[in-house]
């Protein structure tokens, strides 16, 4: 897969990286300029209320209700002080009359009546910007000076420009350098994502090795314990299921190609060696008969092993309905007393009065079949199968038992019985062969009806096979009539094994 | 000569048995590897076929056994086992052929020939009527003209000649000169037969290479002419 660089995980990592920092920093760079200009004006408007109370203390109204500049002239500190005061100022009175200004505020104007009167009903001191026509800037504190019930505006300036110079010069060299920032920042986002995302590319890459032939491979856990390391460990997981079915399925298709392979054999050679010797009709005959022998187990074994697939893929439906097992047993037990006798062996059953489950009676029956009839086959003459149901209440179980006193099975057996094709060998003789798929079968029933099965046997003691089923209980007993009755039209296959 | 047939499945060793016999071998034929073992201690076989799954032993451990006694008879293995794996396996073990079943009972007969006949010391020059080869020099003649061969062509002429009145089949052709397993290609024997063919017997009124229906290739004198 070819992969775009812009496209890339990397790339966008890096770039929202950028954009957060670029956003980041220009939002900061607004910030520290406000928070600079605050400190600014704070600054001088301190100087501004040290100059106002200074003024305080010179100004003073005499007799006749005018406002005069108290200070001795011979003191040259003081002098030089009120001087500085009446750098820049005015005195307006209550009317909005201006009584005294300087030069310097004259430049930049005088307040309107309205505004002085606004300073004065408020009583409280508020600071203007002014400019001026040379263009700079002056920070006016407006007050109010109550001298002998007379109210004045006194309005004193101060120089703003250097403070808006500082203001405006750190604010163009931040922003001028905010590009190369984040340009830097862009940079080591790019080399911090591909950081990133390495152990990502490394594992794509040992990912990329899995393939079909080679499904034993798994990717190293890192170790570190991360998101990673838990992703890797998801896809070693999967690795290994699919590897189990892909090991099925070649150990299936190896088993059905050998199953198939031994009849074809038959029927050729038989075929072929009649063809080449055959001196009479009749013998010919024969070796046309037993072929015919062969091609029926053939079409057995591909009938099993397509009815097999079907159930295990899923597309086998079960028709459940309440089911007592307990007729049921009875039914197949009396069908297959026949060959019991032929082998000499006696079939018994102990059974309760009902025990009912949810099941589908086609497959139940046939997994009586198989089991009964596999304990009829390997047990000894004198020999006995019995079958026995017992219900248990506390785990709301049934418990089908079939047990033989036969040859038994030796351990090494058992963990493949349910496997299909396995044939325990040596236990079956030529034309009693079985198929090797009946117990797997079965194993699929059991399970479709949500049950277990196990085996347990001894040499020269016997078998025993015990199913488990769930038992209905009173209130499931209602749905699953419900149930039925909608599902009366489902199909379902037959299943020869 | 005599056969054993080591072979469970029965109907198997029916028509082996049968057809084996109608080739004017004598055979005897075992179900399982602990009587497989017991008749090649009794009796001299000059060829023991081998099914691979027997019931009590596997077909390995009996072909060991058999290579451990001094009377080294060729093994022919008859499995249901194709794979190449197995295959190398039963060489490996010692088998001196092998072959997959199904096979066709012709197929059969033809490798059983050629088996029998090895172990017999092989001159440096092989002589079939005019034609003459010579295996160190590597130069052929009929009736002393001298014909030019590609290496292939000398090699199928030479399996031919050793094997002179047995068929051939054209696998066993393709797995002898060109060692290995040509499943599916096997008319490229008789693409190389043709050439042969326009080269050693068009010009000569006698034919030597025969085509046998259903099996292969076979080099032989002419009926009624002796060597």
């Known amino acids: ?497 | 000569m005599r056969i054993l047939v080591v072979e469970d499945e029965k109907r198997i060793a029916d028509f082996l048995g049968r057809g084996l016999e109608s080739a004017g071998y004598a055979v005897d034929i075992a179900p399982d590897g602990q009587t497989a073992l017991d008749l090649v201690h009794a009796t001299d076989y000059d060829l023991i076929t081998l099914d691979m799954m027997l019931p009590d032993v596997d077909g390995l451990r009996v072909l060991e056994k058999i290579r451990n006694r001094k009377s080294n008879p060729p093994v022919l293995i008859l499995s249901a086992r194709g794979a190449v794996e197995d295959r190398v396996k039963g060489l490996e073990f010692g088998a001196d052929d092998y072959l997959t079943k199904p096979f066709a009972f012709v197929e059969l007969l033809a490798r059983v020939r050629v088996l029998l006949r090895r172990g017999q010391p092989t001159p440096e020059k092989l002589i079939v009527g005019e034609l003459s080869l010579d295996c160190i020099r590597r130069k052929v003649t009929r009736s002393g003209d001298n014909i030019e061969l590609a290496p292939k062509e000398f090699s199928i002429l030479e399996y031919l000649m050793r094997n002179k009145g047995r068929p051939l089949s054209r696998t066993m052709i393709v797995e002898h000169v060109w060692d290995m397993d040509y499943d599916g290609l096997t008319n490229i024997v008789d693409v190389y037969i043709r050439h042969l063919r326009s080269k050693i017997d068009d010009r000569y009124p006698s034919k030597l290479i025969h085509t046998v229906r259903g099996v292969g290739y076979m080099l032989e004198l002419p009926e009624g002419r002796s060597e």
């Not at chain 1, 830097?184 to 794509?204: C, H, S, Y």
């Open chain 1, 1 to 497: 897969m070819q992969r775009s660089i812009f496209k890339g995980l990397r790339f966008r990592l890096a770039l929202s990286y950028t954009l957060f920092f670029a956003i980041l920093l220009t939002g900061f760079g607004f910030v520290l300029r406000g928070m600079l200009s605050g400190v600014m004006e704070t600054t001088v408007q301190g100087l501004l209320d040290e100059e106002w109370a200074a003024c305080k203390g010179f100004l003073r109204s005499n007799g006749k209700g005018v406002l005069e500049w108290n200070y001795d002239p011979n003191d040259k500190e003081e002098t030089a002080i009120v001087e500085r005061l009446r750098l820049i100022y005015m005195i307006a009175d209550d009317k909005g009359e201006v009584l005294e200004s300087s030069e310097l505020y004259r430049e930049m104007g005088f307040q309107s009546p309205a505004a002085i009167s606004q300073v004065l009903s408020d009583g409280k001191p508020s600071y203007t910007f002014h400019p001026n026509l040379r263009g700079q800037v002056f920070m006016v504190r407006q007050g109010t000076l109550s001298e002998h019930g007379h109210k004045y505006f006194v309005g004193l300036g101060r120089n703003f420009t250097p403070s808006l110079r500082v203001i405006d010069e750190f604010s163009l060299d931040y922003f001028l350098a905010l590009p190369f920032i984040i340009l830097t920042a862009a940079f080591l986002g790019w080399l911090l994502a591909r950081r990133a995302m390495q152990p990502v590319t490394e594992v794509a890459a040992q990912v990329a090795q899995v393939s079909g032939s080679n499904l034993s491979l798994r990717v190293p856990i890192r170790g570190s314990r991360d998101e990673l390391d838990h992703m890797i460990a998801n896809f070693n997981g999967m690795v290994a299921r699919l590897e189990d079915s892909f090991h099925q399925i070649r150990q299936f298709s190896t088993d059905v190609s050998h199953e198939l392979r031994t009849p074809i054999t038959v029927v050729r050679g038989q075929l072929e060696v009649a063809l080449m010797t055959a001196k009479s009709e009749a013998e010919l005959r024969d070796a046309i008969e037993s072929a015919l022998i062969d091609i029926d187990r053939l079409s057995q074994i591909v009938r099993a092993l397509l009815n097999l697939a079907k159930a295990e893929g899923g597309q086998l439906n079960l028709q459940k309905q309440d089911l007592d097992l307990v007729p049921l047993i009875r039914g197949v037990v009396s069908e297959l007393e026949i060959p019991a006798i032929d082998r000499q062996v006696q079939l018994r059953h102990i059974l309760p009065r009902s025990a009912s489950i949810s099941a589908d009676r086609i497959q139940i029956e046939r997994l009586l079949y198989n089991l009964i009839d596999n304990g009829i086959k390997y047990t000894r003459p004198a020999g006995y199968v019995e079958v026995v149901v017992t219900i248990h209440q506390e785990t709301e179980t049934i418990q089908l038992e079939i047990r033989d006193n036969g040859n038994g099975i030796a351990p090494e057996h058992l963990p493949h019985l349910f496997d299909r094709f396995y044939r325990v060998p040596g236990l079956e003789n030529g034309a009693e062969k079985g198929l090797g798929l009946g117990l797997s079968f079965v194993s699929w029933i059991v399970k479709a009806h949500n049950g277990e099965i196990q085996v347990s046997s001894e040499l020269g003691v016997g078998t025993s096979f015990r199913v488990t089923f769930p038992l209905i209980t009173a209130s499931q007993k209602n749905q699953n009539d419900y149930g039925n009755q909608r599902e009366s039209t489902g199909r379902y296959s037959n299943i020869g094994s």
